[in-house]
Structures are given as C-alpha cells and as structure tokens.
Nanobody, 124 residues
Framework: QVQLVESGGGLVQAGGSLRLSCAAS????????MGWFRQAPGKEREFVAA????????AYADSVKGRFTISRDNAKNRVYLQMNSLKPEDTAVYYC?????????????????WGQGTQVTVSS
C-alpha cells in the first residue's frame, strides 16, 4: 500500500508561483511512475504532468507546458510540481498519483494510488 500526501497549495495572484510537493510512504519509490492531476469545481479531473520511475521522461498537458515542471527526488520519496506564471484557470484541487510501472502515464485510470489533494487558488 502506498500513501501519498500533497502539500504546498495555497492562494496566489495571477503570474505568481507555487511549488507542490508529494511525499510517498513506500520503500521502492524509484519503481513508481508519478503524476499530477487537477480537478476544478464542476469539471472532470484532468492530467497535468507525469514523470517516469527514474525521472528521465516527463509528459505535460498542453495547457501547462512551459509553465509547470515535474521533478522527483527518489532519495526523499518525493515528487514536485513547480508551477510558474499561474493563471486563474489553474485554480483546482491538485492530486498526486502513483503507479508501479515505468511511466510516464497520462491517463488517470492507470494510476493505483492517489493522495487527498491540495487546493490551489489563483486570483486575478
């Protein structure tokens, strides 16, 4: 069983930055593909970014490409999402996900483990 805990969300003005962190309680973190998803009120959950198990391959949604960066520290069992140039439309609950595979994985149904989410609110 993998437990994921997100942190780093908050309220930020448009154009600002936030760094989300996801801590994983698993012995073999480097064997898991990791991803970030988000869900805005009244909308379906959508893919944001994904990282392969060794951090050598990444994937991004077109809406965040060039603004967001996913990274991981396998020694600390953490994955990060650096979010720059934030826009009001980035407002959502952001979820961390893990799957025992190489990745990167962009489809939410392929992930087996999910965190509780952290709220990101971008004001205009």
């Amino acid at each position: 069983q993998v437990q994921l805990v997100e942190s780093g969300g908050g309220l930020v003005q448009a154009g600002g930055s936030l760094r989300l962190s996801c801590a994983a309680s698993v012995l073999t973190f480097s064997s898991y593909a990791m991803g970030w998803f988000r869900q805005a009120p009244g909308k379906e959950r959508e893919f944001v970014a994904a990282d392969s198990w060794r951090g050598t391959n990444t994937a991004y949604a077109d809406s965040v490409k060039g603004r967001f960066t996913i990274s991981r520290d396998n020694a600390k069992n953490r994955v990060y999402l650096q979010m720059n140039s934030l826009k009001p439309e980035d407002t959502a609950v952001y979820y961390c996900a893990a799957d025992y595979s190489r990745g990167p994985i962009t489809r939410d149904l392929e992930y087996d483990y999910w965190g509780q989410g952290t709220q990101v609110t971008v004001s205009s």
